[in-house]
């Protein structure tokens, strides 16, 4: 198969499995909190990474124990909950209805570290590395992995500015604590359960 198809091939697939997961809902509630750039240099930087171990790993990635990647993710999504819930007070202030009020370097570090660990040992992760076994070319299937990855991201990110126009800031906040809570136990209940 052409290098061209691979990385096709590689694009359409992750980015199908990578839509409705919970990266679109990171890069959401990040971005309408946050200056979206700097969000989306985090978090292309952190699916780079994944990527690059994917590709690099090929399918042994899939031993990884799924109860520790679950339980790690479920904490991470009760965490951001909380400090959604919390950090959303009564007064909304400037810094609320307009997002960018963090250096790059935080606000980046944070979309960097919610997506390196909420992503680690996912299921586009997992196929990348069999994409790039089963066809025998690395960087096809890097490149289609990782362009389909951030594509979803910047869907996210952006469809959160979008989303902050024509809904209170205060209504997304309390959703999106709602479904990470909602994710959060999900994960810790495949944690336990196996």
Known sequence: MPDLTTAAVAFGVVFLAEL?????????????????????????????????????AGSVLTLLPHRVVDAVTGALFLTGAVL?????????????????????????????????VAEFGDLTQIMTANLAARYDAPLAVGAGALLALWAVA????LGGRTLLRRVPLRLVTRVAAGVMLALGAFSLYEAVTG
Not at 46 to 55: D, Q, R
Not at 154 to 157: F, K, Q, R, T
């Open 154 to 157: 910047a869907l996210g990110v």
């Open 20 to 56: 409705p997961d919970k990266t679109a809902l990171a890069g959401l509630v990040l971005g309408t909190r946050y200056r979206a750039s700097y969000v989306l240099a985090g978090v292309a930087a952190a699916f780079t990474l994944h990527v690059v171990l994917a590709v690099a």
């Open 84 to 116: 959604l819930l919390r950090g959303h007070g009564e007064d909304e202030g400037d810094a609320a209805r307009t997002p960018g009020g963090q250096s790059f370097w935080r606000v980046a570090g944070a979309g960097f570290s919610l997506i390196l």
